[in-house]
Nanobody, 116 residues
C-alpha cells in the first residue's frame, strides 16, 4: 500500500504562482509513475502532469510551459511548480501514484483557487 499526502494549495490571483507537494509513504518502492490530476466542479478528473521513476514527464496541453513537475526518488516526494495561473486552473488537485503492478493510489486532494 502507498499513502499520499498533498500540501501547498491555496488562493492566488491570476498570473500568480503556487507550488504543490506530495509525500509518499508505505510501499514507495512499488511506485512507477507519480503525478497530479485535478477536478473542477462539474468536470471530470483530468491528468495535469506526471513523471516516471526514470524522470520522463508528461503534461496536459493546457499547462505546458506553465507547470513543472519534479520528483525526488530518495525522499519519495513529487512537486509541481505552477506559474502564470489562470482562473481555469481552479480545481481540487490530487496526487496519484501508479505502481509497477498497475495499482492506483490517491491523495486526499488540495484546493487551488485562482481569482480573476
Amino acid at each position: 500500500q502507498v499513502q499520499l499526502v498533498e500540501s501547498g494549495g491555496g488562493l492566488v490571483q491570476t498570473g500568480g504562482s503556487l507550488r504543490l507537494s506530495c509525500a509518499a509513504s508505505g510501499s514507495t518502492g512499488s511506485i512507477n509513475v507519480i503525478g497530479w490530476y485535478r477536478q473542477a466542479p462539474g468536470n471530470q478528473r483530468e491528468l495535469v502532469a506526471d513523471i516516471s521513476r526514470g524522470g520522463r514527464t508528461n503534461y496536459a496541453d493546457s499547462v505546458k510551459g506553465r507547470f513543472t513537475i519534479s520528483r525526488d526518488n530518495a525522499k519519495n516526494t513529487v512537486a509541481m511548480q505552477m506559474n502564470s495561473l489562470k482562473p481555469e486552473d481552479t480545481a481540487v488537485y490530487y496526487c496519484y501514484a501508479l505502481s509497477w503492478s498497475s495499482s492506483n493510489y490517491w491523495g486526499q486532494g488540495t484546493q487551488v483557487t485562482v481569482s480573476s
